[in-house]
């Protein structure tokens, strides 16, 4: 697959870095690996971070 690199990609990455980052770190620290709150915030970053790659590496409509 050739994806090209753009600014939605990097932000994209970006998002789901800061997510997985998010989720361990606070977890590592207060020892809470079942926190609905934590959770919460982790699904909307990796979420809006898979759904912005997706539509970041659609191929473009020609007319």
Do not use: C, R
Not at 17 to 35: M, Q, R
Request: hydrophobic share 50%.
């Amino acid at each position: 697959m050739n994806v090209k690199i753009n600014a939605g990609v990097v932000i994209s990455i970006l998002s789901i870095a800061a997510g997985l980052i998010f989720y361990i770190g606070w977890n590592a620290k207060y020892s809470a690996w079942t926190d609905v709150g934590v959770y919460s915030v982790t699904a909307i970053l990796v979420a809006f971070g898979i759904g912005g790659y997706l539509l970041s590496t659609l191929p473009k409509k020609e007319d």
